[in-house]
């Protein structure tokens, strides 16, 4: 038995729409820049961890997975960045997000500190499969980087 045709058009037409629909409330109010940044910022926060635990001995150190985690660093410090900072997505204009209104401010130094930690990721990039000792050096300016932005432009959980 087959549908009739206007049965069958007003149930895809029907999906369309409810498909078009936010999933939660919350889905509907995030901002696709803070969503970007935090999902780029957890990408980061993986491959360092992958590497942090080489580094404290934690995991045993292997050439392959340092060289892919350092490489990925060094791809997400390559992100243009203008479409994740957008002003008025600091922690006191929306909620979600914890980035602090100093980094719109005159005189801030995110970006500085951006082009550091795109440097370290490059450093760390060059040895991380050379061996423990060259990846355990190469890793602390890419935390250090990380570490100035959160202590200035973060705000606490």
Do not use: K
């Not at 038995?1 to 995030?30: D, F, H, K, V, Y």
């Not at 401010?105 to 500190?113: C, F, H, K, R, T």
Request: charged share 15%; hydrophobic share 45%; proline share 4%.
């Amino acid at each position: 038995m087959s549908l009739p045709r206007t049965l069958i058009t007003a149930a895809l037409m029907g999906g369309i729409a409810l498909s078009s629909l936010p999933l939660t409330a919350t889905a509907q109010e995030q901002n696709p820049a803070v969503t970007a940044r935090q999902g780029q910022f957890q990408i980061m926060a993986l491959n360092i961890g992958v590497l942090g635990q080489m580094a404290r001995g934690n995991t045993d150190y292997d050439a392959e997975t340092a060289q892919a985690a350092a490489n990925n660093l060094l791809t997400m410090s390559q992100i243009d960045q203008r479409f994740h900072w957008v002003p008025g997505t600091d922690n006191e204009s929306i909620e979600g997000t914890r980035a602090l209104p100093a980094i719109w401010e005159e005189g801030s130094q995110v970006i500085a500190i951006w082009g550091r930690f795109g440097e370290g990721a490059a450093a760390l990039a060059e040895v991380a499969g050379d061996g423990l000792d060259p990846m355990r050096a190469s890793l602390g300016p890419v935390g250090a980087a990380c570490g100035d932005c959160h202590d200035d432009y973060r705000a606490e959980e």
